[in-house]
């Protein structure tokens, strides 16, 4: 029943995302041509969830001509005591939801220390001064027994 629940809980996550983002895209359709954020960041982030907390290298790069990017993170992640270091790449479609703003969601793969998953990604990011982006977003790994994580950070953009 436990894994059950859990599972309903990451479709609803899952879900909820999707249906932000088209909400989104149909406000960012209604309005006038947004530029959203643009060009490439690297930064630092802190995450926490299930119960564990991460400090991480965190990066994007843009692609000028189409609507994705490549964003990546080094996480070093403290568990109860033991420390280990992730990588987790992934994909995103970045949309434009105000001047030098982009909602984003996508999916990655999370590994290391011999484990690896799947996740999915949503998030936001903004330019808050000249060249220096904050960054939140949430992480949905496809494990039964991993929960969410949300992560923020800040960033300087190039």
Not at 13 to 37: P, R, Y
Not at 131 to 137: E, P, S, Y
């Amino acid at each position: 029943m436990k894994q059950l629940i859990k599972s309903a809980v990451k479709v609803s996550a899952v879900s909820a995302i999707a249906c932000a983002l088209t909400f989104l895209s149909t406000l960012s359709a209604n309005a006038q041509s947004k530029e959203g954020l643009k060009g490439s960041y690297v930064g630092g982030s802190f995450t926490t969830g299930s119960g564990i907390t991460s400090l991480n290298i965190y990066g994007r790069y843009d692609y000028p001509k189409l609507p994705i990017s490549v964003r990546g993170s080094v996480a070093v992640i403290d568990g109860s005591g033991d420390t280990d270091t992730f990588f987790q790449p992934a994909v995103t479609y970045d949309l434009p939801i105000g001047d030098k703003a982009n909602a984003y969601a996508g999916a990655g793969l999370a590994f290391g220390s011999g484990d690896s998953t799947a996740f999915l990604n949503a998030g936001a990011e903004t330019e808050i001064a000249t060249n220096v982006v904050v960054f939140g977003d949430l992480i949905v790994p496809l494990e039964d027994d991993t929960d969410a994580g949300f992560g923020i950070g800040l960033g300087y953009r190039f």
